[in-house]
């Protein structure tokens, strides 16, 4: 279900895209953003619910993408929340150079 009440059916290609475009020019093999989907994929039919908000999917993929690699999660981190300003990005770099 989208942010804006929506439905859509999930599409793993989708889901691939995005992190193809995350991780772009980045050192991770296909075969490791295939296993992220996959994970993924396993996470969201083991809650047993019919429909699951896109907005867990993304953050889902975030958490992956924070432990890949960290230039792969700013970059999909900085389309899917939709920073307003620099310093609402410089307050998530802040964030994840803390850790």
Known sequence: MKKDGRREQYNR???????R???????IPES???????????????RGESEVPATLIGEKLME???SLDPVAYIRFA???RS????ESFR???AALLAK
């Open 13 to 19: 290609e989708k889901i691939l895209a995005g992190l």
């Open 21 to 27: 475009k995350a991780c772009e020019k980045r050192p």
């Open 32 to 46: 490791r953003m295939e296993a992220v989907a996959a994970d993924l994929e396993r996470d969201l039919f083991a």
């Open 83 to 86: 920073f307003r300003d620099i």
């Open 64 to 66: 992956a993408l924070k």
């Open 78 to 80: 900085s389309v899917y």
């Open 91 to 93: 307050e998530e770099l």
